[in-house]
């Protein structure tokens, strides 16, 4: 089918103004299809994430506003300083800063700003397909980019991911087009874009890098191309440089080690079924069977030379990517996202080929082709929409503003909570740490941490803790230490169906223990 290939340049021909319209009517729907209920006070995909940066964002813009009561800065910035060592707060930065500019926190603003660069990027992945397929292709990728129902959910929410899959599908289209047309502001463009994915969240690696080596060994092996050693240099420099000073700096004098290389290597899970039906259940999860059939069969398929070697490549960091973060890749279905568009493009190339071996013409392709995108986003869209809202929610806020007041936001406080406290922290305004939940206890089985009483962890972990908040009831009930704990040592002071709190007996002074 390549000579229905499209190229980005040159004047658009009829089909390209029927596919740039049918694309711009996927924009519109799947902007839409998100922004429903954006507003709400409560989000259901993984919350943890969503208000870890909402917590980030929340002290920035305390801290940037002189009339925040002192108590209320407290505990702000008490929650940002537990958060663990990661990515730059990029997306923190554009909420604080739309905060300030509105004169209130508002948690719609980077919902949205995470939904628009969604759909930012889902014109790369349409570009994408256009170069190394066709018109057709392009349009069902980025269908599929926009409206797979995991894609839906999970890029309306306060997290980097959105951004760092956008910049990894604008920098794989920058590769290829300097690939096309090899010069110096291509180069850059393509490593800037490249670092940009990097800089954002280092998991990019796992595609930019496998892509890069693909263009940059598939530009050496044409005699007349002199350069490449100087130009890998000059895009490996400009990739990493950013990337590598930050995440460098973070590694070697801050927390980065620390808090972020326990639980993710754990090669012993590699010969569990614990590991391989949790990568089966988050390939299902992310993008359905189907998809993750068709896109094997369009990575051997590809009529593309390039795009064949690409999806690869990329499928090897994959699986070198589920190796290093072995715990978090069976049990984290975001930690696959930058991979959707990936899978989109491999899905093309397949019903590519079909179209080639039916031999339609042109006009035919791509009637059918706005059909399936049709589909595909009617499917997407229904199967989402039951995800979209939370019923519950204002009564779930109400429920946290109980437990902020019953509690006098109160700064050192033990949560048993399914997201360990985050939605908690975030509407009642109460910092603390988080007590592990059943689910918890059998990850420090699973990574071989010594086992530890109730009461050893308590004096060990959470020194002196004024209250105990539980909303994972399912955990209090599954651990009789602490409730015996808990029976001991704390007041119970409030119940709701939600929740329970208790308040901690004050320690004996150390003059009298000592006695």
Same mark, same amino acid.
């Given at each position: 089918?390549?000579?229905?290939?499209?190229?980005?340049?040159? &004047?658009?021909?009829?089909?390209?103004?029927?596919?740039?319209?049918?694309?711009?009517?996927?924009?519109? *729907?799947?902007?839409?299809?998100?922004?429903?209920?954006?507003?709400?006070?409560?989000?259901?995909? +993984?919350?943890?994430? +969503?208000?870890?940066? #909402?917590?980030?964002? =929340? #002290?920035?813009?305390? !801290?940037?506003?002189?009339?925040?009561?002192?108590?209320?800065?407290?505990?702000?910035?008490?929650?940002?300083?537990?958060?663990?060592?990661?990515? &730059?707060?990029?997306?923190?930065?554009?909420?604080?800063?739309?905060?300030?500019?509105?004169?209130? !926190?508002?948690?719609?603003?980077?919902?949205?700003?995470?939904?628009?660069?969604?759909?930012?990027?889902?014109?790369?992945?349409?570009?994408?397909?256009? =170069?190394?397929?066709?018109?057709?292709?392009?349009?069902?990728?980025?269908? @599929?980019?926009?409206?797979?129902?995991?894609?839906? @959910?999970?890029?309306?929410?306060?997290?980097?991911?959105?951004?760092?899959?956008?910049?990894?599908?604008?920098?794989?289209?920058? @590769?290829?087009?300097?690939?096309?047309?090899?010069?110096?502001?291509?180069?850059?463009?393509?490593?800037?874009?490249?670092?940009?994915?990097?800089?954002?969240? &280092?998991?990019?690696?796992?595609?930019?890098?496998?892509?890069?080596?693909?263009?940059? $060994?598939?530009?050496?092996?044409?005699?007349?191309?002199?350069?490449?050693?100087?130009?890998?240099?000059?895009?490996?420099?400009?990739?990493?440089?950013?990337?590598?000073?930050?995440?460098?700096?973070?590694?070697?004098?801050?927390?980065?080690?620390?808090?972020?290389?326990?639980?993710?290597?754990?090669?012993?899970?590699?010969?569990?079924?614990?590991?391989?039906?949790?990568?089966?259940?988050?390939?299902?999860?992310?993008?359905?069977?189907?998809?993750?059939?068709? *896109?094997?069969?369009?990575?051997?398929?590809?009529?593309?030379?390039?795009?064949?070697?690409?999806?690869?490549?990329?499928?090897?960091?994959?699986?070198?990517?589920?190796? %290093?973060?072995?715990?978090?890749?069976?049990?984290?279905?975001?930690?696959?996202?930058?991979?959707?568009?990936?899978?989109?493009? *491999?899905?093309?190339?397949?019903?590519?080929?079909?179209?080639?071996?039916?031999?339609?013409?042109?006009?035919?392709?791509?009637?059918?082709?706005?059909?399936?995108?049709?589909?595909?986003?009617?499917?997407?869209?229904?199967?989402?929409?039951?995800?979209?809202?939370?019923?519950?929610?204002?009564?779930?806020?109400?429920?946290?503003?109980?437990?902020? !007041?019953?509690? +006098?936001?109160?700064?050192?406080?033990?949560?048993?909570?399914? !997201?360990?406290?985050?939605?908690?922290?975030?509407?009642?305004?109460?910092?603390?740490?988080?007590?592990?939940? $059943?689910?918890? @206890?059998? *990850?420090?089985?699973?990574?071989?941490? &010594?086992?530890?009483?109730?009461?050893?962890?308590?004096?060990?972990?959470?020194?002196?803790?004024?209250?105990?908040?539980?909303?994972?009831?399912?955990?209090?009930?599954?651990? %009789?230490?602490?409730?015996?704990?808990?029976?001991?040592?704390?007041?119970?002071?409030?119940?709701?169906?939600?929740?329970?709190?208790?308040?901690?007996?004050?320690? %004996?002074?150390? $003059?009298?223990?000592?006695?």
């Amino acid at each position: 089918m390549s000579s229905r290939a499209a190229i980005l340049s040159g &004047p658009w021909s009829g089909r390209d103004w029927v596919a740039g319209l049918t694309l711009a009517a996927l924009l519109v *729907a799947g902007g839409a299809v998100r922004l429903q209920g954006v507003s709400e006070p409560i989000v259901a995909f +993984h919350p943890l994430r +969503h208000y870890r940066s #909402a917590l980030i964002a =929340r #002290a920035c813009y305390y !801290e940037a506003t002189p009339s925040t009561p002192a108590w209320a800065l407290a505990i702000a910035r008490a929650n940002r300083d537990i958060q663990q060592a990661g990515e &730059p707060p990029v997306m923190e930065w554009m909420a604080c800063s739309a905060y300030r500019v509105l004169g209130r !926190e508002e948690l719609a603003v980077p919902r949205t700003l995470a939904i628009l660069w969604w759909l930012v990027g889902s014109i790369a992945t349409y570009l994408l397909g256009r =170069r190394t397929i066709s018109v057709e292709g392009g349009l069902l990728a980025a269908t @599929l980019h926009l409206f797979l129902p995991y894609s839906i @959910l999970a890029t309306r929410t306060f997290q980097p991911d959105p951004l760092m899959t956008t910049c990894t599908a604008w920098a794989l289209l920058a @590769l290829v087009r300097w690939n096309d047309h090899p010069n110096r502001r291509r180069l850059v463009t393509a490593a800037l874009l490249a670092g940009a994915a990097l800089f954002v969240k &280092p998991m990019s690696v796992f595609i930019v890098i496998p892509a890069m080596a693909v263009v940059v $060994s598939r530009r050496a092996e044409l005699p007349s191309d002199r350069r490449s050693s100087g130009d890998v240099l000059a895009m490996l420099s400009l990739s990493l440089a950013p990337s590598c000073l930050f995440y460098g700096s973070s590694l070697v004098f801050g927390r980065l080690a620390q808090d972020q290389l326990g639980t993710r290597f754990v090669p012993s899970l590699l010969v569990t079924p614990f590991f391989w039906m949790g990568i089966a259940r988050q390939l299902r999860t992310v993008l359905g069977w189907v998809t993750v059939a068709l *896109a094997a069969v369009g990575t051997v398929v590809a009529s593309d030379r390039l795009l064949r070697r690409l999806l690869v490549a990329i499928w090897i960091g994959y699986a070198i990517f589920a190796v %290093a973060f072995t715990y978090h890749t069976a049990t984290h279905d975001y930690y696959h996202l930058p991979f959707v568009p990936v899978a989109a493009l *491999a899905v093309a190339a397949a019903v590519d080929r079909l179209w080639s071996a039916l031999r339609l013409r042109a006009t035919t392709s791509l009637a059918v082709t706005c059909a399936i995108c049709a589909l595909v986003a009617w499917q997407g869209e229904a199967a989402a929409a039951p995800r979209l809202h939370r019923p519950d929610a204002s009564a779930l806020v109400a429920d946290y503003q109980r437990i902020g !007041e019953v509690t +006098h936001h109160d700064g050192q406080i033990v949560f048993l909570d399914l !997201e360990y406290g985050y939605p908690l922290m975030y509407h009642a305004e109460v910092a603390g740490d988080a007590w592990p939940g $059943s689910d918890d @206890l059998e *990850a420090e089985r699973l990574d071989g941490r &010594p086992i530890r009483s109730a009461s050893e962890r308590l004096d060990t972990d959470y020194p002196r803790p004024r209250y105990f908040v539980v909303t994972d009831l399912s955990s209090l009930n599954a651990q %009789a230490e602490l409730q015996a704990l808990l029976a001991a040592k704390a007041t119970l002071v409030d119940v709701t169906a939600f929740h329970r709190v208790y308040r901690m007996s004050e320690p %004996a002074p150390d $003059s009298e223990r000592d006695r």
